[in-house]
């Protein structure tokens, strides 16, 4: 004799303690603490990474990711693969919010270093305060080369200071073949629970932007 099925008002459901978990319209755990879990698979990714999110850059003016930087996981990884910008000689920027997008914080104090295959040496701008950080200086436009690298969100939800760092490689308008590492600073009690990515003049006419949980 098959139970009888529960009409779905009376069953308590939540991600709290007591409630019963309950998938979402795609089938989809809500977002857990999953800490004590253990003996499970990298799903979604390789190398401790779990692949949250992805956005494949279309002429857009920017790019956000303002869900799951929510704490789950530790540390916050975006990947960013086959960037184009739209405009030569552009610079390439991150902004962090405390408030899922709404508004994005200023105040960074960064440090940008950048090695360029002609060049001897390297070119570094520091800032104090900034606006934006500074992730690439002066990459080429679409059709002239591609930019790839990633960003580290350390520690986001935590209340405190926090450190963003990362690396990027790229074509420079001039077609020199170009490489850096960057972190900024960013003063402040804050949890931080979304990012977005912008140019400093066009859009990005192609590209894949991947968000990772890092284990």
Known sequence: ???????????????????????????????????????????GGVGGRVLLDTVNASNNAEIVFSNFIDGIYKNYLVEMTSIQPSTSNVDVHAQVSNDGGSTYLTGYDQHTQILTHTSVGYNAQVGSADSTINMAIGIGAYGTGSCHGHIILH???????????GHLAYLKSGADSAGGAFYAELSGSHIINAIKFTLSAGSFVQGTFKLYGLL
Do not use: E
């Open 155 to 165: 520690d986001p939800s935590a209340v405190q200071n926090h450190t963003i760092s």
């Open 1 to 43: 004799m098959p139970f009888p099925k529960i009409d779905s008002d009376l069953i308590d459901t939540g991600v709290v303690a007591g409630k019963i978990i309950q998938l979402d319209g795609s089938a989809r755990l809500p977002a857990i603490d999953g800490s004590l879990l253990t003996n499970l698979p990298n799903a």
